[in-house]
């Protein structure tokens, strides 16, 4: 028996048979989304589960979370204020409403002033203590909120309460106010500066008019002061140069009529030809009347002699009038003397105050330092004074005319339906909430999943080959009571067919030469008494002198499944030799035959383990074609493994998505390959319901393609 398992063995070794996977799926340069739509298929359920309990509590929330309504003013911001306070000022531009501006007065409407103004307008602080109006006024402030619509000046005013006509009252009243807040600001800021300028500005008029009235006694104290606005003292040293210079003038003039006179005189004249003579009308009468007198003599002497008295007397005549021409001459040059004495003097005088001038004006200059001081002191108050005095009248001027910077254009009014809870929104993000948590618990879900879906899984995660995939019954047939029965009824249909692709995976594994198959698994509950049943039914419909034996003591599967009646002889039987085995009675008519179990307590498994099994087995090899072992699992059955060794194939039955791969791991490795031949995986139970979930390399993802070949 062991030369024909090892046989079987070599034979399969050296077989030109390609192995399995020998044609792996060629790589394909493509987006394949096959994968990610079979796990949302196989987790379905649990994302819709999930999903719907999310939105149910977003349902519960929405109902139990408490209302609140939001009502919307809205205000347009305006340059009206702008334009007034520019209208005093001709040529300025007009400056534009800029971004930082608007962001101000959104910040001004959710202020705690606002919240403060609006509360004591509505009355809500009144008769409360300083704390309660802190709390109102926080509320306020809290529940307000304020937007703009792009970059227009129209600003939003919302704001929330627990009543919808609280809401649009509350609302309006922050935007009256808030309208108000500049125009009520200006106001007070232009009846403050009007207080503070009209004060400080008797002030200035009296700092002014002071510091006025010292500089013109300074300029007094120091003869400062003229009609031209020069100094008298420079207006005296003006003067006096100009009359000094004609002073200097004269005087040179009459002492050089002098100096000619005396030169003439000097030169032995008579004074006749001096320039002041000449000029003299006395001495021209004199002339003419000593030519007269002179012409007189003359004719005289004629006819008279030197004694005559008619011309003595006119020589006396002529010589008087000569005398007094000498006198006139004499007194024309005393003349000339004393008008240059006179210019000498007035000169000198003049000289004599010009010098005195000159020094009050040095003392002048000293004290215009000081008067610079006390001008510049002057001016000073003085312009202030009028810059007061001009703002006090702009004031003035623009008292009544303010006007705010913003207007109403829509009132709030009490909304139908509450802001919060928002349940169309609650419901949209507890569906989104609940399709992510969902999928995060299929994730989960799938990687805390360790079973087995698919052929290449088991290959990738066993090392082995799936040898077949049995459908889970109720998959496909309805009407079937039980699987034992299901092979006998429906031979064509897809679980008969599992089989037939199992035995034929087998036969080409072995090349026909596994006459004794041991089916187990790893744990129980997998399949494999089914398992054992159906492949011995479909190899002995096949013609095949079939053999199943029940090897499982403690559970007995084959057994109970067949209906076997205690007192009835079975396997234990024939070991201990209280019922030898009657080869003759299985003829060639009996082509599937059944050594079940007998109900009994006891568990002689040393009688499977020991020579007694190995030798029922050769007598059942010369009798049978195929002999089928349905062994107990490997994990909570240590006999598994020495039964597993005596047969020349075993194969693993694995519950589809249910068996861990781990489980399946620790039974293999409990099974040495160079004492048991473990062909392959069998996946039983497969949902040809959830097809779809499977891998595209499953042959059963294409059944409903070939579904009609079982009709």
């Known amino acids: 028996m062991n030369e024909a398992r090892n046989l079987v063995r070599v034979e399969r070794s050296n077989s030109s048979i390609a192995a399995y996977g020998a044609y792996p799926p060629a790589p394909v340069d493509r987006m394949d989304l096959s994968e990610s739509a079979s796990f949302f298929r196989r987790h379905l359920k649990l994302i819709l589960g999930v999903t719907a309990l999310a939105v149910v509590a977003g349902i519960i929330i ?13 205000v347009m911001l305006t340059n009206d204020a702008v334009i007034i306070a ?26 705690q002033e606002m919240a403060q103004m609006v509360g004591n307008s509505l009355g809500l602080t009144s008769g409360l203590t300083g704390e309660e109006q802190r709390e109102i006024v926080e509320e306020l402030r809290s529940n307000v909120a304020a937007g703009r619509a792009g970059e227009s000046y129209a600003l939003t005013i919302s704001y929330q309460a627990e009543k919808a006509a609280e809401a649009a009252q509350i ?16 106001q007070a800021r232009n009846a403050d500066a009007r207080a503070i300028v009209e004060e400080r ?4 008029r009296d700092q002014a008019q002071s510091d006025t009235r010292a500089l013109q006694e300074y300029r007094i104290r120091n003869n400062l002061l003229s009609t031209s606005g020069a100094s008298l003292t420079e207006q005296e040293i003006s003067t006096y140069n100009q009359e000094v210079t004609t002073a200097r003038a004269a005087a040179a003039e009459d002492q050089a009529r002098l100096n000619t006179a005396l030169a003439q005189l000097r030169s032995g004249s008579v004074g006749d030809d001096v320039g002041e003579a000449l000029g003299s009308p006395v001495i021209t009468s004199l002339r003419s009347q000593e030519a007269v007198v002179a012409t007189e003599v003359a004719d005289l002497s004629a006819k008279y002699g030197p004694n005559h008295p008619q011309l003595i007397r006119s020589r006396s005549q002529l010589a008087e009038v000569q005398r007094r021409i000498q006198d006139e001459i004499g007194r024309v040059i005393s003349n000339l003397r004393a008008k240059q004495a006179v210019s000498a003097q007035r000169l000198a005088s003049l000289n004599t105050s010009l010098a005195g001038a000159r020094a009050k004006l040095s003392q002048n200059n000293d004290a215009m330092v000081g008067l610079s001081e006390v ?7 003085q312009g202030i004074y009028e810059t007061y005095l001009n703002r006090f009248k702009e004031l003035i001027a623009a008292e009544g005319s303010e006007k705010p910077n913003a207007r109403i254009l829509t009132n709030a009014e009490a909304p139908l339906f509450p802001h919060s809870p928002n349940i169309p929104l609650n419901m949209a993000l507890a569906l989104i909430i609940g399709l992510g948590i969902g999928v995060l ?12 879906s698919t052929p290449d899984e088991a290959e990738h995660d066993l090392g082995l080959p799936c040898l077949a995939s049995v459908p889970l019954l109720s998959s496909i047939d309805k009407g079937s009571d039980h699987p034992a029965t299901a092979i006998q009824d429906s031979p064509k249909s897809a679980f008969t067919e599992s089989f037939r692709s199992l035995g034929a995976a087998i036969d080409i594994a072995t090349q026909g030469q596994a ?26 419909t096949g013609g095949q002198r079939t053999m199943l034996v029940d090897c499982d003591l403690r559970r007995q599967g084959i057994s109970r499944l067949l209906n076997m009646q205690a007192g009835q002889k079975g396997l234990v039987d024939v070991l201990n030799g209280t019922a030898p085995l009657d080869l003759e009675q299985y003829d060639d008519d009996n082509v599937f035959c059944v050594l079940p179990l007998s109900p009994n307590r006891e568990e002689p498994e040393h009688l499977l383990r020991g020579q007694e099994f190995v030798d029922l087995l050769d007598k059942l090899r010369g009798h049978f074609d195929r002999i089928i072992l349905d062994l107990p699992p490997v994990l909570p059955i240590a006999a598994t493994r020495i039964l597993a060794s005596r047969a020349d194939a075993t194969i693993f039955a694995t519950k589809w998505r249910d068996t861990s791969k781990f489980a399946v791991r620790a039974a293999l490795r409990r099974l040495p390959p160079e004492q048991v031949n473990v062909l392959g995986i069998v996946l039983s139970g497969v949902d040809m319901n959830k097809r779809s979930f499977l891998d595209p390399h499953d042959p059963y993802f294409y059944y409903s393609k070939y579904e009609s070949y079982y009709a």
């Open 62 to 74: 929405s109902l139990l979370v408490g209302r609140t309504y939001r009502a919307e003013a809205t």
């Open 86 to 111: 520019q209208s005093t000022s001709a040529g300025l531009p007009q400056t534009p409403i800029s971004s930082e501006f608007v962001d101000t007065q959104m910040q001004i409407i959710t202020s």
């Open 171 to 186: 609302a309006n009243e922050f935007a009256r106010q808030f309208v108000n807040w500049e125009l009520n600001a200006d």
């Open 201 to 204: 500005l008797a002030e200035l």
């Open 375 to 381: 001008e510049r002191a002057a001016e000073a108050s």
């Open 441 to 452: 618990a299929a994730y989960i879900k799938e990687s805390l999943f360790h079973g087995i």
């Open 515 to 540: 006459q004794v198959i041991a089916v187990t698994s790893a744990l129980p509950n997998e399949g494999k008494t089914v398992m054992s049943c159906c492949l011995a039914s479909v190899l002995a």
